[in-house]
C-alpha cells in the first residue's frame, strides 16, 4: 500500500543550525502539506504546496522556513535558523484532490529537538 | 483562533464502556473528517462526511455531521483496549480549501 515516508525519524540540532525535514508523498499525489505537532498539543498547519508553489500558508510559516520539490519525488521543509520553539513532530501530508474530497495521508513523522 | 473545539479534551474508560466525543465550532466546513493518532506516529484516516445530517459506521464507530455542518460526533461502542489513542476532527471550512485540525480527544480504555 502507498504510504508517505519521512525521514530522519529524529533531528536533534543546537539553536541556530538549519535542518531539513524530507519527504517522499505518494507517488500519483499532487498536493503536499507539512503540519507541526508540539507535544502534547494540537496538530498545527503550517503550509500546502501545489503545482510547484506554495498555495497557503499559516502565521506559523514565517520567513524562517521554506519548501521545496528538489525534484519529481521529494518535498522538503527547511527551517534557516532552529528556535527552541520549532521542537516538535513534524508531519508531512499528501493528497490526490483538493478541498472536500482531498483526503490527507500523513508520514510518520520527523521530531525535532532544538537544544 | 481555535476553529474546532473538541470534547472532552481526556477520557479514560473501562472496556466495554460506550463513549461519546464531540467536535464543535461557530463556522461551516464543508466536509469534517476524524483521524486516530497513535504515540509517535501520524494522524490516520478513518471517515470522511460531507452531508449535513450524514452518519457513518465503521465497525463499532460511529460518525455524525451536524444538519448545520458546524459539528460533528464519534461515538464508540463497546470500547476496546485497542481504541486507545489521540482522536483529532479535521474539517475544510467553506471560507478555503485547508483543513484545520481540532483540539484533540485523547482516549485511554483500560482492559
Known amino acids: 500500500e502507498p504510504e508517505v515516508t519521512q525521514t530522519p525519524s529524529h533531528q536533534v540540532t543546537q539553536m541556530g543550525q538549519e535542518v531539513i525535514l524530507r519527504c517522499v508523498p505518494i507517488?500519483?499525489?499532487?498536493?503536499f502539506y507539512w503540519y507541526r505537532q508540539i507535544l502534547g498539543q494540537k496538530v498545527e498547519f503550517l503550509v500546502s504546496?501545489?503545482?510547484?508553489?506554495?498555495?497557503?500558508k499559516s502565521e506559523i510559516f514565517d520567513d524562517q522556513f521554506s519548501v521545496e520539490r528538489p525534484d519529481g519525488s521529494n518535498f522538503t521543509l527547511k527551517i534557516r535558523s532552529t528556535k527552541l520553539e520549532d521542537s516538535a513532530m513534524y508531519f508531512c501530508?499528501?493528497?490526490?484532490?483538493?478541498?472536500?474530497?482531498?483526503?490527507?495521508?500523513f508520514g510518520e513523522g520527523s521530531r525535532l529537538t532544538v537544544l | 483562533t481555535q476553529l474546532l473545539e473538541q470534547s472532552p479534551q481526556f477520557l479514560s474508560i473501562q472496556e466495554g464502556e460506550n463513549l461519546t466525543v464531540y467536535c464543535n465550532s461557530s463556522s461551516v466546513f464543508s466536509s469534517l473528517q476524524w483521524y486516530r493518532q497513535e504515540p509517535g506516529e501520524g494522524p490516520v484516516l478513518l471517515v470522511t462526511v460531507v452531508t449535513g445530517g450524514e452518519v457513518k459506521k465503521l465497525k463499532r464507530l460511529t460518525f455524525q455531521f451536524g444538519d448545520a455542518r458546524k459539528d460533528s460526533s464519534l461515538h464508540i461502542t463497546a470500547a476496546q483496549p485497542g481504541d486507545t489513542g489521540l482522536y483529532l476532527c479535521?474539517?475544510?471550512?467553506?471560507?478555503?480549501?485547508?483543513?484545520?485540525f481540532g483540539t484533540g480527544t485523547s482516549l485511554t480504555v483500560i482492559p
Open positions: 504546496f501545489y503545482n510547484n508553489e506554495i498555495s497557503e
Open positions: 501530508a499528501s493528497s490526490r484532490d483538493r478541498g472536500v474530497a482531498g483526503e490527507l495521508f
Open positions: 507517488s500519483n499525489h499532487l498536493y
Open positions: 479535521a474539517g475544510v471550512p467553506n471560507t478555503g480549501n485547508q483543513f484545520y
